[in-house]
């Protein structure tokens, strides 16, 4: 990816000899199941974790827009640690959200950044599709302020290495109980980590179970109180828009990686019958420009919402229609692209070896991260027609 006319160069911040050796690193911790440390202390050395911050607290002072291109050029080289990584980008780009907008109570995240923390993100849980809007983790007050959380999160990426875990749980107890309660944890002795990441693909990612057993978040790293269900907090907002975005921008890098590849193959390979390089095949030719067509339309959907949140645009209730439909475009065109792109490079990407086989694993995740289907389609529906009625 080139630079853009105002001056952002990817390169600077994503350098290619570091790309190229996260690239080398992935086969491997996709073969032995292990989370690329490497990778994660070359990022920070690079100051890619706080590239959400503002210049002012020592950050990069990126947007959105800007970290949503990296993102897509991280995953080109190794999804896994891409979309690992994306789970602090989450953190503290929802704390840009809630600075730029003059919100206070995240600052710690972004100081917690500069100074080398890694923040986990705590939201999902077995069985509740609720997710953002409800939980069945218990919030238990303390008179000083502090929370204790008792449940268990699943999908935990970054847990061999997170120093804060964010999360939420529901408090029924206080006097305006049922509450939400979003909030950070330290790694401590109230939170076990289990070693069952073993998955068919992302495997890199580690995103173990998470047992809490009163595991407190001090009155400092309390964020938000709010009412279950929908809301219009930015809490609610910001874990929105930038977890949709930064989602749609790893699978998309994904999709830009296998079509290169593809592309790279066909005009390597000779047909043995006309002795032509298969890229002058009508055929196969017609399929690599469908897989540039459908990658085509998704880094300018990204780019202008992205842009949008940073901007502070304000898109009303169609947010959630706009960006829980760009992520589950993003994640059915990358899909469509590594299908095609495994059917034009032929039998040899059928190998585990090869690095279009380990995409064609990566990128079933996408359907399984929120939104997902039935919740986009819903959410799409329900905008256009109307809640169902009872």
């Known amino acids: 990816m080139s630079s853009d006319p105002a001056g952002f160069d990817p390169a600077a911040h994503l350098p290619d000899d570091l790309l190229d050796r996260i690239r080398e690193r992935a086969p491997i911790h996709d073969r032995e199941n292990t989370f690329p440390e490497q990778d994660l202390a070359e990022l920070r050395d690079a100051g890619y974790l706080k590239i959400l911050v503002p210049a002012e607290r020592g950050g990069a002072g990126l947007g959105l827009e800007q970290a949503a291109v990296l993102q897509q050029r991280l995953a080109a080289a190794s999804p896994a640690t891409a979309l690992s990584i994306n789970m602090h980008l989450v953190w503290t780009g929802v704390a840009k959200v809630f600075s730029d907008r003059g919100v206070p109570g995240l600052e710690f995240v972004q100081d917690g950044a500069v100074a ?108 938000r109180r709010i009412d279950p269900g929908p809301s219009p907090d930015p809490i609610i907002f910001g874990i929105f828009s930038v977890f949709e975005l930064l989602l749609a921008s790893v699978y998309t890098g994904i999709a830009r990686r296998a079509l290169d590849l ?25 399929r690599i420009a469908d897989m540039s067509l459908a990658y085509d339309a998704l880094p300018p959907q990204i780019a202008a919402l992205a842009r949008d949140v940073d901007e502070q645009v304000d898109n009303g209730a169609r947010w959630f229609t706009l960006l829980s439909g760009t992520k589950h475009r993003a994640v059915v065109m990358a899909k469509h692209v590594v299908d095609q792109a495994i059917l034009t490079a032929g039998g040899g990407s059928y190998f585990s070896s090869n690095e279009l086989s380990r995409l064609y694993r990566d990128v079933l995740a996408g359907m399984f991260h929120p939104s997902d289907p039935e919740s986009a389609h819903s959410t799409a529906a329900s905008a256009l027609l109307g809640p169902i009625e009872s």
């Open 116 to 223: 080398g923390d890694v923040f986990a993100f705590g939201i999902s849980e077995g069985g509740n599709d609720l997710v953002l809007f409800g939980s069945d983790t218990d919030a238990v007050p303390h008179p000083d302020g502090s929370y204790a959380f008792t449940g268990t999160k699943i999908f935990t990426s970054l847990a061999p290495v997170w120093t804060k875990l964010g999360l939420h749980g529901l408090d029924t107890t206080s006097d305006d109980a049922p509450k939400l309660v979003f909030a950070f944890v330290d790694r401590t002795d109230a939170v076990t980590t289990s070693d069952d990441w073993d998955t068919l693909g992302m495997r890199a990612t580690q995103s173990r179970t998470t047992r809490l057993d009163g595991a407190v978040a001090s009155a400092s790293q309390i964020v």
């Open 262 to 286: 593809a592309a790279a193959t066909v005009q390597k390979r000779a047909s043995k019958k006309t002795g032509l390089a298969y890229s002058q095949d009508p055929d196969i030719r017609w």
